[in-house]
């Protein structure tokens, strides 16, 4: 359950969840939150990670958001309760920003909406599980507060696509990085690896016996590290590092394999793609 004062992120903290997988409910009346929590609960085959964001729009409903939140800790439910809060002056900028009116503010300004909002809130932060203020954390910040509070290990780690590809049918667009291996000798030209693939030993050790190929590996691995490392800081938790040569068959396959493998060694999650393989 996700409460807390108007423009401190509420619904980015909802997307960070629904972006998990959870099953996201905005704006709900407290009163059909059980009933919503008993229905998920008795889908089949469903993930049971549900998460509610209540505010005071819901009017006069929303003065038994206590006792609706003191149902569900009675009953077999696990609750988590998040209240988001934000100091005044950041708020305050933050609507100025938006050029929305305060939804508490009613015909006076914006700085008495929020402090009055923060009076009727003050019995939730007390009973909140996870207080979040907000007010030096972005967007992305918050999502991954949000992230390392409810994810999973494998939902707040990055995952990383190493993808081979040939360059005579394009550059793949869903790449982060692009990099070039057609310096590499081409197996193409040696007739007994010709119909093998870079899947295949004998092209893969072809390839990377190459000297310019395991310089190119290596010093790749370098680079590559810090900007892996950033992405997790940044809250980005998938990226694509494609490798490609003429064809797509022999030396990016090759080098995307091996890449791959270090980087699991590493301690990441990788997949590994090979987009052309199988089009010659």
């Excluded at 190459?210 to 938790?237: C, Q, W």
């Amino acid at each position: 359950m996700i409460t807390g004062l108007a423009g401190s992120g509420r619904e980015t903290a909802a997307h960070a969840l629904e972006d998990m997988g959870w099953y996201v409910v905005y704006n709900i009346v407290p009163q059909l939150i059980p009933r919503l929590v008993e229905l998920h609960a008795s889908a089949e085959g469903r993930d049971y990670r549900v998460a509610v964001v209540v505010d005071p729009r819901s009017g006069p409903f929303f003065a038994e958001l206590s006792d609706v939140v003191a149902e569900l800790r009675r009953s077999q439910h696990r609750l988590r309760l998040v209240f988001l809060t934000a100091d005044e002056a950041t708020l305050v900028r933050r609507f100025d920003s938006v050029r929305r009116p305060h939804p508490l503010q009613g015909e006076e300004g914006v700085l008495e909406g929020i402090r009055r909002e923060r009076e009727m809130l003050a019995a939730y932060r007390r009973m909140a599980d996870l207080v979040i203020d907000t007010s030096p954390l972005n967007v992305h910040q918050l999502t991954m507060k949000m992230r390392s509070a409810f994810g999973t290990s494998a939902e707040t780690r990055l995952t990383v696509t190493m993808l081979s590809f040939g360059f005579k049918y394009g550059i793949p667009l869903e790449a982060d990085h692009v990099s070039d291996v057609r310096f590499i000798p081409n197996p193409y030209w040696v007739p007994e690896l010709r119909a093998l693939r870079g899947t295949d030993q004998p092209v893969s050790d072809f390839v990377l016996r190459d000297a310019n190929a395991g310089e190119f590996v290596e010093k790749y691995l370098e680079m590559i590290t810090p900007a892996l490392r950033g992405y997790v800081s940044e809250n980005k938790h998938f990226t694509t590092l494609a490798i490609g040569c003429t064809g797509g068959k022999h030396r990016s396959v090759a080098v995307a394999e091996r890449i791959g493998e270090e980087l699991r060694r590493a301690g990441h999650a990788v997949r590994i793609r090979h987009r052309d393989l199988g089009r010659e």
